[in-house]
């Protein structure tokens, strides 16, 4: 075990260090900051000043041997436009990604474990039809035009809900959060219905054929033998076997999530790290760019690594001498 | 959040069987027939297939069907622009589904973006599935080191989301149709070699790879016209249900403005200039492509759900 | 509404009847459309940024809604030769924490500025031409410049001045290339602090939680007239439909830059709109470089050559711009068509300078003489991101030069890309924009059609590389002319020579909104600055 989890997480420092570099060298390549940074009337003298005050002017290797030195201190840069540690403009923009995904998490399982059940219950019923029928749909939907219509309906249609942004914050822990307001759900609200489409469709489909597997077992059969009411089966019998493949799946798409929200930050205009990223790649911050990209990075790899652990744990037949594929 | 890249080993999972096992084909029943047969009984299906036959026929054909040509500067006024529905452009023509900020007929707009978003769809799937299946099926073949590599570079690519790393990637390429191809043909290659590399692991162990080595039968034929045709099915399920995918992402990277050019707009990119009008009541620049969108990539789910119940060799039958 | 947006427009044109007056409330909410990045009056010079600054830290002048040069911490000054100006200070000003303003504040400032890290657009291009400093009185500065400057007091006017007591430099002495007895300059990120942040201006910081807002309270010992607000509070929006919202639930009182496809929405919500001319040019240039070697990137069917060195096809291309209809379908009627790169009644423009006619025929003819009966093929290059519709606007543009027979493809992109690709010289033809800063013609004359020397900084946006002498010399006789007359003479007639010869196509003046609700007004600036103490209560 010990040589196994050695060896996964040397993989994933080298991993986490192939991607560093392939993200500086496409920052890199993308432009030059100081034609956006530069006032409009800056001399030729002046834009040479301005590039050597950001370390731009020096050849690429410096730059990189520069970046990956004060990586490895914890230092991924400061931002050029708010000149900041990058790291800090990102984590002031946490919370508020953080809150979406979390909303978007408890919509899909509000929306999809009753419907997965339903039609797990009864496959063959138009109802279990129509829902998973349904569940292709929300696989289907591209989730900004959702947004769109949803922003059509509720905001310039029917005018209940924002047609954007974010809601008053309350600070927590120092934290700023727009949970606890009305006024801060309801600008919650749509973003996190658009984001969760996709997972509930998700959820549906775990929990139906969960539900179904379930309800073949023989202790069901027992329970119903029993006379236990089939309200009483389906919440303690059939909820518990199915909760677990949809919490474990929900948990590895939370990482997704917070990336996904890139496009729903966009469309309702929410201000979190996906819409910071959109904008800093317009405006060609790349201290910002990359230690987005290199936060992503290690959470995913850092996910990767206790699900490869869990299981490996979990289960006998992951053969640990062997890295699995 | 659709991560539309990525097809979740839940969501392929085999359903348990719904109904009692169909009656086994008559004798004499070419396989082909059977799986015709078998994905005729779903209504659902077939009216995904033809709603799918007749999209793709309509993008073939959209210079002869469409009224305008919204790629054809010459043909555009600017002073047609935003129309309602019904209204009538300078031209004479009458924009049945109103015009966007550029003079554009939508329903014209619709039909040529339709035709982008499917080409976009259908070659980057095509070239992806190619080099992807390639790299799995050799890798499954080689086996020992050069496989363990090989998958952990797919499941490391498969671990990130699809839409994130086309958006860095389009980022640094810059516009353009070729590019969008590009970078989907990037993100899309993984799936096709693990799922390749899954079936011929199976595929290899069988008699007939073992009789073709044992006649000493170069290694690219084995490979290439023995264990590759073999691992078709469940291949052509990923590929369809990709198709859908595909053209979902490259709608939103056009969306997020790193797509297609602005002159030739796609779906997304129609739905993207709608955006700004939308606020203000001018619902059908974003509204029609988009419905136009969401047919498109259901007819496709609809048509790949069902291949997979029909190709999927682990369903009981 | 059309018609409302002339010259004269640079008033306020409150679109409702004003109604009822004002509650009692002393306190004003903005809803921004970009963020300043530092509270440094001195880090990045940027619209948001010096909008700010001018609350907080106030210049020896200032420039008024038409970008006048007024006077603010010095009341008056003059020219003793054609390099030395005298500025008279204005006493009994104190900083807000009580210390009192004199000439040396002036000199801290000018030697604080080069010692700004990290600014990504520094003020030294206010600075540089300075060779001395000195304040033979506390209340008269002496400024000596190393060429004759006549836009001196524009540079000033772009200076917040700071403390030096408060910096701990009280013995300040300028020294060119490094002052003396400078101590240590404060760090851009001190100023976030409300307790650093000391400044004349009428208003001082209370809090600024970035992306959040900036809260500013009323400075109640201000030496002139005090703002109306007791409380100022910023909010970033910077998205166009959450700044909207953000009005229209009240949870700010006025934003900036409400985009027009919503005025309708806006008004009949009952909320009002202002708006002004901007001192903002779209244009389009044309690649113009004269050079045996260089082959321009985006044009086809012309064997190689360059069609826009040919003036005839300028005049077509000019001719072909549908501008009333680019202004009436694109901008729904919310921009000025141009003539010139700069509107009346600023420094240098000319009074009713002739707009070019929409002539598709005569462009055709053009062409046609030109040796390009068939016309020829051209990508114009645009930023989709950077100016008011700019993407549309590029694609109106290529509808209408393809019917004349230029078949034009539009190649969008965002700022930061275009930017990079424009400064290397990669569009054959290109749309941008510009806003003169300094609000007078020789700021839009030097940066667009001057001939392009980096060395000199001449023409450092003049990249269709057009270069005409007689131009050149006109600009910089008047670059060297203190006597405002003359050189205003001199700049009228640089721009109709440059505008005859078509070095350059302009398109049209950009009109800048706010939005705001009933019961206040809001005094446009050309400058597009959004400053608090230019909302009034309307009837006050």
Not at chain 2, 221 to 250: D, K, M, S, W
Not at chain 3, 271 to 281: Q, T
Not at chain 3, 298 to 327: C, Y
Request: proline share 6%; net charge positive.
């Amino acid at each position: 075990m010990l040589v196994y989890l050695i060896r996964r997480i040397g993989q994933s420092l080298l991993v986490v260090a192939v991607m560093a570099t392939l993200v500086f060298l496409a920052m890199y390549a993308v432009g030059d900051p100081v034609d956006i940074l530069a006032s409009p009337d800056a001399d030729e003298f002046e834009r040479r000043a301005i590039a050597q005050r950001l370390g731009l002017d020096r050849p690429l290797w410096e730059q990189f041997g520069i970046f990956v030195w004060n990586a490895l201190h914890g230092d991924l840069g400061r931002s050029f436009v708010y000149n900041v540690p990058a790291v800090d403009v990102i984590l002031q923009r946490l919370p508020a990604t953080l809150e979406l995904a979390l909303a978007g998490l408890v919509f899909s399982i509000l929306i999809g474990i009753p419907l997965g059940v339903l039609a797990g219950l009864k496959p063959n019923s138009l109802i279990g039809r129509s829902v998973m029928s349904g569940s292709i749909l929300g696989f289907s939907l591209p989730n900004f035009w959702i947004g769109l219509m949803l922003i059509l309906l509720f905001a310039v249609e029917l005018r209940w809900l924002p047609a954007g942004g974010r809601g008053p914050t309350t600070s927590v822990l120092g934290l700023h959060f727009a949970l606890f307001t009305w006024d801060g759900l309801k600008h919650l609200l749509l973003p996190a219905l658009t984001l969760a489409l996709y997972k509930s469709a998700l959820v549906i489909r775990i929990a139906q054929a969960g539900t179904r597997e379930v309800m073949l077992q023989d202790y069901i059969r027992f329970a119903r033998a029993k006379g236990l009411s089939s309200r009483r089966i389906v919440l303690v019998h059939v909820l518990k076997n199915i909760l677990i493949p949809v919490v474990t799946v929900l948990g590895l798409e939370l990482g997704s999530m917070i990336a996904f929200a890139v496009v729903t930050e966009t469309v309702f205009a929410y201000p979190g790290m996906g819409k910071l990223l959109i904008d800093s790649i317009n405006r060609l911050d790349r201290p910002i760019i990359v230690a987005y990209l290199m936060l992503t990075v290690v959470i995913f790899v850092i996910i990767n690594l206790i699900v490869d652990l869990l299981y490996a744990a979990i289960d006998p037949r992951v053969r640990l001498s062997e890295a699995k594929g | 959040m659709a991560d539309y890249g990525q097809i979740d080993s839940v969501t392929i999972a085999p359903e348990l069987p719904a109904r009692a096992p169909e009656p086994v084909a008559e004798r004499g029943e070419s396989l082909f027939a059977r799986h015709v047969s078998e994905f005729m009984r779903a209504p659902g299906a077939v009216g995904g297939l033809v709603v799918l036959v007749a999209l793709v026929l309509t993008a073939v054909f959209a210079p002869w069907i469409a009224p305008q040509n919204p790629y054809d500067l010459s043909q555009l006024d600017i002073m047609d622009n935003v129309l309602k529905p019904g209204e009538k452009l300078g031209s004479g023509i009458t924009a049945w589904l109103g015009t966007d900020d550029q003079g554009r007929d939508m329903l014209s707009a619709i039909i040529y973006g339709l035709r982008i978003s499917l080409a976009v769809g259908a070659s980057s799937v095509l070239i992806a599935c190619a080099i992807g299946a390639s790299i799995g099926v050799l890798a499954a073949y080689a086996g020992g080191r050069v496989e363990s590599v090989v998958m952990r570079i797919v499941d490391l690519q498969l671990s990130f989301p699809a839409i994130l790393v086309a958006l860095v990637l389009l980022a640094v390429f810059g516009r353009g149709v070729d590019k969008v191809v590009l970078a989907l043909v990037i993100v899309q290659w993984a799936y096709y070699a693990r799922t390749v590399r899954g079936s011929a692991l199976v595929e290899k162990r069988r008699e007939y790879i073992e009789a073709a080595r044992c006649l000493a039968l170069p290694k690219p034929r084995v490979v290439f016209r023995h264990l590759l045709p073999n691992c078709l099915p469940p291949l052509i399920v990923v590929a369809t249900v990709q198709v859908g995918h595909a053209i979902a992402l490259e709608s939103t990277l056009s969306f997020l403005g790193v797509g297609v050019p602005v002159t030739e707009p796609s779906l997304g990119m129609l739905i993207a200039h709608g955006y700004n009008y939308l606020l203000s009541g001018k619902y059908w620049i974003s509204t029609f492509p988009g419905v136009a969108l969401v047919i498109a990539i259901v007819a496709i789910n609809l048509v790949g759900d069902r291949l997979r119940d029909v190709l999927n060799p682990r369903l009981a039958r | 509404m059309k018609q409302g947006i002339r010259r004269l427009a640079l008033v306020a044109m409150p679109f409702a009847a004003l109604a009822a007056a004002p509650a009692a409330a002393q306190e004003l909410r903005i809803g921004l459309a970009s963020e300043p990045t530092s509270m440094d009056p001195h880090f990045h010079n940027l619209g948001p940024n010096n909008a700010l600054r001018k609350h907080i830290f106030e210049g020896l002048v200032t420039q008024d809604a038409e970008q006048k040069i007024r006077p603010e911490l010095a009341s008056s000054w003059r020219t003793l030769d054609d390099t030395t100006w005298e500025f008279k200070l204005r006493p009994n000003v104190k900083f807000s924490n009580g210390m009192d303003f004199t000439a040396r504040d002036a000199i801290y400032t000018v030697c604080r500025v080069p010692t700004v890290e990290n600014s990504p657009s520094s003020f030294t291009v206010a600075t540089r031409g300075i060779v001395g400093m000195e304040a033979p009185d506390p209340h008269t500065l002496i400024i000596k410049t190393a060429s004759p400057q006549p836009l001196l007091p524009n540079s000033m006017a772009t200076l917040g001045i700071l403390s030096a007591q408060a910096n701990g430099a009280e013995n300040v002495r300028f020294r060119a290339g490094g002052c003396e007895g400078l101590g240590t300059p404060p760090k851009s990120v001190e100023f976030n602090e409300p307790a650093k942040a000391i400044g004349t201006g009428p208003y001082k910081l209370a809090n600024y939680t970035r992306g959040t807002h900036i809260v500013l309270e009323r400075n109640e010992t201000y030496w002139g007239q005090k703002p109306h607000w007791q409380k100022v509070t910023f909010r970033p929006m910077s998205s166009q439909g959450a700044r909207v919202a953000g009005l229209l639930a009240g949870d700010v009182d006025l934003i900036e830059n409400p985009p027009i496809q919503d005025f309708e929405r806006i008004k009949g919500a009952g909320f009002e709109i202002a708006e002004g001319l901007s001192n903002r040019i779209i244009y389009i240039h044309l690649d113009q470089f004269n050079d045996p070697n260089w082959k321009t990137p985006g044009v086809k069917g012309t064997d190689g050559k360059n069609p826009f060195l040919d003036k005839r096809v300028r005049q077509a291309v000019s001719k072909a711009i549908n501008r009333q209809a680019i202004v009436e379908r694109i901008m729904g009627g919310h921009a000025v068509p141009a003539g010139e790169l700069l509107p009346y009644p600023l420094f240098g423009a000319t009074k009713d300078f002739p707009v070019e006619k929409y002539d598709p025929e005569g462009a055709k003819k053009l062409l046609a003489e030109a040796g390009y009966p068939n016309g020829f093929e051209v990508t114009l290059g645009t930023p989709n991101d950077r100016y008011i519709n700019d993407e549309k606007i590029a694609q109106a543009v290529a509808q209408m030069l393809t019917r004349v027979g230029i078949k034009t493809n539009v190649d969008a992109m965002t700022a930061s890309t275009f930017f990079t690709r424009r400064n290397k010289f990669e569009f054959s033809m290109y749309l941008a924009g510009w806003g003169a800063d300094t609000g007078e013609m020789s700021n839009s004359m030097n940066a667009l059609v001057v001939t392009l020397q980096p060395d000199k900084g001449l023409g450092g946006t003049n990249r269709g590389r057009y270069s005409n002498k007689q131009v050149d010399e006109l600009v910089l006789k008047a670059m060297a002319t203190v006597n405002d007359e003359a050189r205003e003479k001199l700049l009228q007639e640089a721009s109709k020579l440059a505008m005859s010869d078509y070095g350059i196509i302009p398109l049209h003046f950009e009109v800048t909104p706010w939005a705001f609700k009933k019961g206040l007004s809001y005094k446009p600036r050309v400058d597009q600055y959004t400053l608090a103490t230019e909302v009034a209560p309307s009837g006050s």
